[in-house]
């Protein structure tokens, strides 16, 4: 360090001149390293950036934006994903306004979420001009939560496609935008392609478009990380043009036909049990719709994992009920282990629109988020069945219903009476319940909402080695008492 010449009396002069300069270097670098610490490094403490308001937190702070976030480029992953099949749908952003803090309170080992491409280049425009504001806290919030994220590309810019859902104009338009949002999101590992393609208007009657387009976007989206999956857009697969709807029957048929070579890595449809009786041939619920794809899918040699991402049951219309909605959580999911579906999502969280209201009640005033009996349910089912492997279905004399699983090397079953005049559109409840007879000294039985009880052997009088229980139309959990 050159010190400026000055007019010095002694050298106390010129030792507190230095010392002075020394400490001003000083300064400077610690000031420097604080910025480089605290604004580009990811931290790794429990208070990361974008973190959601806190479990423990009121019902009025979870529907408060109190999140503050930083941005790092690469978003890079910190968590291990939870290990659970379940999932739900979110709209608009992961954040507390949108019922996102009830999603990490709920242990949701997925969450699928809308990427608007219309949003993020609204106007033609290169990469490093893309509006990620959104998206950026969004991704944050995920990866702090630990969750799977299935990131559903759609929402077509008018300068791009005719049609929001549909063929695009220039297909290196998309695959700029795809490479672009799967290198920045190292994180997301699974990436949709359009909500519902073979819907008429979108790529419905077009197979051999949609796997041309399949076809173009595999590579690059390997390219921007070989770790990410390309998942086919859930198809509706019901209510089919001859039935007067708008769904190609033969789409996933056509576009298999045409996928040459590696298409995509994950299969995936959708499933409401409106549509029950159309699989039933196939397998109960759920599980018949994913025998058939499965069989269709092995018939063209194109073996893949299958998502569900979309299922649930109507909470407010004339045919569901929220208690309704909240029996068939733990229904569809313990029938999706059973399918073999490597992810199952409900549709959805937040109420999506007024046929299909969500976990959570949106209706009571604005910005203000009410769970549904049906949240509870997802809770109670997340909290005993994370991790669970299916074993086998339990043989049963119908409608009684059951499904065995192991769950951290212990048994659990889940068991409900299936109650015919409760299939769909023109669902009945019913009252019905039969009686189960369980080989064991002790047994404890959950109730829909977690609720537990201890049942011995000699509680109903006999010691037989046997355990008898009511099962009705609303499920119940068995684990095995040591």
Not at 188 to 201: A, C, F, K, L, S
Not at 311 to 328: C, D, F, I, K, V
Not at 446 to 463: C, E, F, R, W
Not at 470 to 480: H, K, M, Q
Request: a negative charge; aromatic letters at 12%.
């Amino acid at each position: 360090m050159k010190v400026p010449h000055v007019k010095l009396q002694d050298r106390a002069a010129l030792s507190t001149l230095i010392w002075s300069r020394v400490l001003s270097v000083l300064s400077l670098s610690l000031v420097t390293l604080w910025i480089f610490t605290t604004l580009l490094l990811p931290r790794q403490s429990a208070v990361a950036a974008s973190q959601v308001v806190a479990p423990e937190h009121s019902a009025d702070l979870r529907n408060s934006e109190v999140m503050t976030y930083h941005t790092f480029l690469p978003f890079v992953m910190n968590n291990y994903p939870i290990d659970s099949a379940f999932g739900v749908q979110m709209y608009g952003a992961l954040s507390a306004s949108t019922g996102f803090t009830y999603v990490v309170e709920s242990k949701a080992g997925w969450v699928r979420f809308q990427v608007r491409w219309s949003l993020v280049e609204p106007d033609n425009r290169s990469p490093e001009n893309y509006n990620w504001d959104y998206l950026d806290m969004s991704v944050q919030n995920a990866r702090n939560a630990g969750v799977n994220a299935i990131f559903t590309i759609e929402s077509n810019p008018t300068w791009a496609a005719a049609q929001a859902g549909g063929p695009v104009t220039n297909t290196a338009d998309l695959q700029e935008f795809v490479s672009a949002i799967v290198a920045r999101y190292p994180f997301v590992r699974y990436w949709e392609i359009y909500n519902e393609p073979d819907r008429v208007g979108r790529f419905g009657n077009k197979g051999k478009t949609y796997a041309e387009l399949l076809a173009s976007l595999y590579p690059v989206i390997k390219t921007a990380n070989p770790e990410a999956q390309l998942v086919m857009g859930g198809l509706a697969s019901d209510w089919f043009i001859d039935q007067g709807g708008p769904f190609d029957r033969n789409f996933l048929t056509d576009t298999l036909n045409y996928c040459a070579g590696t298409c995509f890595d994950v299969a995936n449809f959708h499933y409401y049990p409106g549509f029950r009786s159309e699989w039933e041939s196939y397998g109960r619920d759920i599980i018949g719709k994913a025998n058939y794809v499965r069989q269709i899918l092995n018939a063209h040699g194109y073996g893949r994992p299958i998502f569900a991402t979309e299922t649930g049951w109507p909470a407010g219309t004339n045919t569901g009920s929220p208690e309704l909605a909240a029996r068939y959580v733990p229904k569809v999911f313990a029938r999706s282990l059973a399918a073999g579906l490597r992810a199952a999502i409900w549709f959805a969280m937040l109420d999506a629109d007024s046929s299909s209201p969500g976990l959570l009640d949106s209706s009571y005033m604005p910005g203000y988020l009410i769970p549904r009996p049906g949240y509870a349910a997802f809770q109670t089912l997340t909290t005993l069945m994370a991790g669970a492997k299916y074993v086998a279905t339990v043989p049963l004399s119908s409608p009684l219903e059951g499904y065995q699983f192991l769950v951290n090397g212990k048994r659990l079953d889940v068991y409900w009476y299936d109650c015919p005049s409760l299939a769909m559109p023109q669902a009945q409840d019913c009252g019905s319940t039969m009686t189960l007879r369980i080989a064991a000294a002790q047994i404890a039985k959950y109730d829909l909402l977690g609720n537990k009880t201890v049942v011995n052997d000699v509680d109903d009088g006999v010691q037989d080695g046997a355990i008898t229980v009511s099962v009705g139309t609303s499920p119940i959990y068995i684990t095995y008492e040591p």
